[in-house]
């Protein structure tokens, strides 16, 4: 199983951009697939979960900014991120639990905004 993340970069604040993530294998719709993250010196936090039937849950930080998606045609999630803070910045981690209980990390992406 692997999962690869891309989409990261350097955006002024206000910006936006989209993060992707591949899954491979028969993993993806099985899974709930989420989006973590982790800035220097701090710990890796929960941004975003998609459920496999589409429901979507959020950090109270990123609400109204950034938007999960799912596209279980080609094994992929999303991340839209509107409206980037400094406070943002940090590399970002997809990541798959497959029937609640197998959970599979990708190798992350960083996204930098500027202020």
């Known amino acids: 199983v692997q999962l690869q993340a891309s989409g990261g970069g350097l955006v002024q604040a206000g910006g936006s951009l989209k993060l992707s993530c591949a899954a491979s294998?028969?993993?993806?719709?099985?899974?709930?697939m989420g989006w973590y993250r982790q800035a220097p010196g701090k710990r890796r936090e929960f941004v975003a979960t998609?459920?496999?039937?589409?429901?979507?849950n959020y950090a109270n930080s990123v609400k109204g900014r950034f938007t999960i998606s799912r596209d279980n045609a080609n094994d992929t999630v999303y991340l839209h991120m509107n409206d980037l803070k400094p406070e943002d910045t940090a590399v970002y981690y997809c990541?798959?639990?497959?029937?609640?209980?197998?959970?599979?990390w990708g190798p992350g992406t960083q996204v930098t905004v500027s202020s």
């Open positions: 990541k798959a639990v497959r029937w609640g209980t197998l959970t599979y």
């Open positions: 998609v459920s496999t039937g589409g429901s979507t």
């Open positions: 294998g028969t993993v993806f719709s099985t899974s709930v």
